[in-house]
Structure formats: structure tokens, C-alpha cells
């Protein structure tokens, strides 16, 4: 039987791994609890890593003067360098990666479809962009098989995710034997296998 490489996978930590959502909360997600069997999971909660404690005042990402801040309205707190500073060097320390599944829409960890708020009013318009970390992900990972866990409920966009994590995950081993054969086995295995595994995540 073919054996597989498993993908290595950044999850954002609240997706069934921790109750770290500011409101104590985790999320059952039944596609990341499918998913995580066959990859190696590695996960983070950004705003507990910068210091927010759980339970949490609500931070949201506010455009004040054409910038972009990390804010907290209850608190009035910015938490914009903290978090920038997290992200790049948490980020830039990942290695061998093959995908990364976001929470959606969170100010931290969405990399798109983010409501960004228009200055830190009360009463004030909103609109979309991308979450601090997740967007500095998009920005290091341009080519990386990347999604947050809403947008895997669309059939078509699972497919081309899981696809990409597990060719990476096989490519990423034959560049390590430097072999021919090893090539040639990725080139006839790898595609078979993928569509096995299309059929039980
Ligand atoms: S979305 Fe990210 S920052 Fe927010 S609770 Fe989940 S892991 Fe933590």
C-alpha cells in the first residue's frame, strides 16, 4: 500500500484544538476534525500569544488615518505593534510547511473578507480586509495551499486545498532523497492516493 507523507498543517488554535476564543469558546469544525488524522497538526492563538487572557475584551481591526490598527474598544488599547511582532517572527520561524486553515473573519488570524472598521467611533462604517496575522501568512506563503474553515465548506475550493497539501507534502520528500526514482514513484503514486483521500475528508 502507498504510504503517504503527511502534510504539515498550521490550524488556528481555536478550531478544536483550544478553548481560546475571547469569549472562552472553541469551535467544532467537523472538516478539521476529518482532516486532522491524516496531516500534522500545528497551531497557535495568536492573541493569547501576544498576551490577551481568556475570557478577552473583543479587538477589531480599525483604519485610523489610512493605517491600520489592532484595536480593543472597551480598553481603548491598540495592540497593533504586539501583534505585528508576533506574526513576523512566529511566522518566519515556520519551516517545511504545507498548508495553513484560518479562523474566518477574525481580526487576527482571517486572511480575508476581515471587516476592517472605518476609525474607532462607536458609530462608524466598515470595510474588508485582511486580519493581522493572517494577512502577514499571505504575504510570507504566496504560494501555499491557504483557507480559513468557511471557505472549506465549499466542495470545490476542499478539493484544490487538500490536493495542494498532500502534492506538497510529497514533493517536499523527493527533493529530500534527490532521487530519480523517488520521482518518477511521486509522479504515479501521488495523484491516486489524493483522490482517496478526496473520498473520505
Ligand atoms: S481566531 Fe486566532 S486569535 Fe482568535 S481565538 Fe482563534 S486562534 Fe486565537
Redo the contacts with the bound molecule.
Keep these: 500500500m502507498y504510504k503517504f507523507t503527511k502534510p504539515n498543517v498550521f490550524f488556528?488554535?481555536?478550531?478544536g484544538f483550544d478553548s481560546?476564543?475571547?469569549n472562552g469558546e472553541i469551535i467544532k469544525d467537523s472538516f478539521v476534525e476529518s482532516l486532522k488524522p491524516f496531516v500534522n497538526s500545528i497551531t497557535?492563538?495568536?492573541?493569547?500569544s501576544i498576551g490577551l487572557g481568556v475570557p478577552r475584551n473583543p479587538i477589531r481591526v480599525v483604519c485610523e488615518s489610512n493605517e491600520l490598527i489592532l484595536y480593543q474598544p472597551k480598553t481603548e488599547k491598540e495592540f497593533t505593534k504586539e501583534m505585528n511582532e508576533f506574526s513576523d517572527s512566529y511566522l518566519k520561524n515556520l519551516q517545511d510547511l504545507d498548508g495553513f486553515i484560518f479562523?474566518k473573519d477574525?481580526p487576527?488570524?482571517g486572511y480575508k473578507n476581515v471587516k476592517v472598521y472605518n476609525g474607532t467611533s462607536k458609530v462608524t462604517g466598515s470595510t474588508k480586509g485582511s486580519g493581522f496575522?493572517g494577512g502577514r501568512a499571505l504575504e510570507l506563503f504566496p504560494y501555499i495551499a491557504l483557507e480559513d474553515e468557511g471557505r472549506l465548506y465549499n466542495y470545490r475550493i476542499r478539493n484544490h486545498f487538500l490536493t495542494k497539501i498532500f502534492i506538497s507534502a510529497d514533493f517536499r520528500k523527493v527533493k529530500e532523497s534527490n532521487s530519480l526514482g523517488e520521482l518518477v514513484k511521486f509522479r504515479s503514486t501521488t495523484l491516486s492516493f489524493v483522490y482517496i483521500v478526496l473520498k473520505y475528508v
Design positions: 488556528s488554535k481555536c478550531l481560546c476564543r475571547y497557535v492563538c495568536p492573541e493569547m479562523k477574525s487576527s488570524c496575522f
